[in-house]
């Protein structure tokens, strides 16, 4: 099994442009998340999915959209790209809610200038 | 909803200290506890967990977490570090009450010398 997966690994963009982070698991787990972190701050859960198309709000989740189309895919949105959201971020899956294990994926390093 | 302390932002040992690292939640419910480690590149990777029962859990690598009711916590140690511990540490909690996701801590970067 490969896990989680996220592409691309480093993104530099523009302010105002908008682009599709990718994550895909292959665990066939329903649950799925986005966090973001920045030094000092932790990690911060921007969107969840329970399943093929449920996605909920997590803390965080201005300027971001997802979509849940598949139990593998769970693509974050940044539509308008802002320099707050110059950040790493990282997607989970897990086969449960609390208390299940959550398997996070490899990240990717977003600079937005 | 529920929220994580961790005490210190940065630690530095020698090879072989004896490492406790705190973190203390609030929310006055049942929760479940865990311990990630995030190694220098990496991506998080799950140390130790609190479900319920022995409240001394036992994890990978050596490390240990107790999880002390009455006050809250949920302290991780290990009795003697080596370099390649050398990582940030996070401390999480959810609970058993609907939707409920992971909170985590800010974080506890450790740094070991050889």
């Known amino acids: 099994n490969a896990g989680v997966t996220q592409t691309p690994k480093f993104r530099i963009l523009k302010i105002g442009q908008s682009m599709t982070l990718q994550c895909t698991q292959d665990m066939n787990h329903n649950y799925m998340y986005w966090y973001r972190q920045d030094p ?74 | ?31 479940n506890l865990f311990w990630y480690v995030q190694y220098p590149g990496q991506h998080l990777q799950l140390l130790l967990k609190y479900f319920s029962g022995d409240p001394l859990v036992k994890g990978i690598k050596g490390f240990e977490a107790e999880f002390i009711k009455s006050k809250f916590s949920f302290n991780l140690r290990k009795p003697s570090v080596q370099w390649s511990d050398t990582a940030e540490y996070f401390c999480a909690v959810t609970t058993n009450s609907g939707y409920s996701t992971l909170t985590f801590g800010k974080g506890t970067m450790l740094l070991v010398s050889p």
């Open chain 1, 40 to 113: 000092g701050m932790g990690l911060k859960l921007i969107y969840y999915s329970v399943g093929a198309g449920i996605t909920d709000k997590g803390e965080v989740p201005n300027g971001y959209n997802v979509s849940r189309s598949t139990t593998e895919d769970f693509p974050l949105r940044l539509e308008l790209a802002a320099p707050s959201q110059t950040s790493v971020y990282f997607c989970a899956s897990s086969s449960g809610l609390a208390p299940y294990e959550q398997y996070f994926g490899p990240g990717t390093r977003l600079t937005v200038t």
């Open chain 2, 1 to 31: 909803a529920q929220s994580v302390s961790q005490h210190n932002h940065h630690v530095i040992l020698s090879e072989a200290a004896s490492l406790e690292l705190g973190c203390n939640y609030s929310y006055g419910g049942t929760v």
